[in-house]
């Protein structure tokens, strides 16, 4: 309840505006209303009055990430773990700003800290697979995801990504069936749909990969991937008018796209 823990802050530093745990609070709630902008604001001006406070300073940073300022991000965590360094949380959120600036290495020792601290850390193991498939390491991607989904076995994006893994080890039924049972969990996850119709295009069943691109697109009408990879499917169907076309909505929202080029 984002909207009154907002006003309940707002009326504590009326009555005490030096409070910094009411400023991160604020703070908390400006991240939970999707106002990371202003939430790092609260957080800064609770660490001028508590230049030591590591929950502002983690909670900084995940605002920060959300904002793609991934190097003032990363900061944060360094400085919230000098005073914690033993937090799994900040590891984790960490390792995602390291993996995003792709200094992939670092991020992987990142999340292992932060699985040697908290073994049964579904989000850190989902995490760490992320940067092993980066690091075309597939075989300990998907036990990291695996494992991930003994934890967690309603963790639908655990369940896509394990499916790209399998694609990528040519494994397409397996991906199909990840990807399936991702969807049965989250109907509207457009992501999957979209690696569904890839796999289905890899299987040689083109309509139903334009049927998965379909159901993506009805949900994400703007994505150039599931666009492009929409023609591809029109094209195996030999429908070349059409694949053009969505090619060209790809490329008119992505015009720099090398693929959609290359299809076009």
Known sequence: RFDEALVICDRALA???????????????????????????????????????????????????????????????????????????????????????????????????????????AGALFNRGIVLHELNRLDEALASYDQALVLQPDYPEALNNRGNTLQGMDRPEEALASFDRALALRPGFAGALNNRGNTMQSLKRPAEALASFDRALALEPDDPATLNNRGNSLESLDRPAEALASVDRALALRPEYADALNNR
């Open 15 to 121: 009555l005490r505006p030096a409070d910094p745990e009411a400023h991160y609070y604020r703070g908390n709630a400006l991240r939970g209303l999707g106002r990371p902008a202003e939430a790092v604001a609260s957080y800064d001006r609770a660490l001028a009055l508590r230049p030591a406070f590591a929950e502002a300073l983690n909670n900084r940073g995940n605002a920060l990430q959300s904002l793609d300022r991934l190097d003032e991000a990363l900061a944060s965590y360094d400085q919230s773990l000098a005073l914690r360094p033993e937090h799994a949380d900040t590891l984790n959120s960490r390792g995602a700003a390291l993996q995003r600036l792709q200094r992939l290495d670092e991020a992987l020792v990142s999340f292992d800290r932060a699985l040697a601290l908290r073994p049964a850390y």
